[in-house]
């Protein structure tokens, strides 16, 4: 599975994405089709399928997205206008992609409730 996952690609660097930044365990890049001026994907390096496949062991490599997720909300200048932080989860959610991936949205004003 990990072999021919998209976002696993990209963390073996076998498929092009623009890096925002990196962590040991974390990698956050670019959406490649934004949603907002700023898009950014926070993933764990490793293999994790969805929300619902996190275990208390990962509670290390989820901080450190976490992390990356707030050093790249400063550096694109949106950690006090504000932001939206989304894990989409199975079909009704609409993940698109099985590696777990913590969407950053902001700068620009984001409707609630989502669609
Ligand atoms: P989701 O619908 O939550 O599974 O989100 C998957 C996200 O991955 C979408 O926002 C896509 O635009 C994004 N995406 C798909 N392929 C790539 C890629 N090669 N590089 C960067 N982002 C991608
Ligand atoms: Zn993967």
């Not at 996952?5 to 963390?11: H, Q, Y």
């Not at 901080?63 to 932001?83: M, Y």
């Not at 989860?89 to 913590?102: E, I, K, R």
């Not at 950053?104 to 409730?113: D, F, I, Q, T, Y």
Request: hydrophobic share 45%; glycine share 6%.
């Amino acid at each position: 599975m990990p072999e021919n996952c998209l976002f696993c690609k990209i963390v073996r660097r076998e498929i092009p994405a623009k890096i925002a930044a990196e962590s040991e365990q974390a990698l956050a890049f670019y959406d490649i089709n934004p949603q907002a001026p700023v898009h950014i994907l926070a993933i764990p390096k490793a293999h994790i399928e969805n929300a619902m496949a996190v275990k208390s062991e990962h509670s290390g490599t989820l901080f450190e997205v976490l992390k990356l997720a707030q050093e790249t909300a400063r550096k694109e200048g949106i950690d006090k206008s504000g932001f939206r932080l989304i894990f989409n989860n199975g079909p009704d959610a609409g993940q698109a992609v099985s590696h777990l991936h913590m969407h950053v949205l902001g700068k620009r004003k984001l409707a609630w409730p989502p669609g």
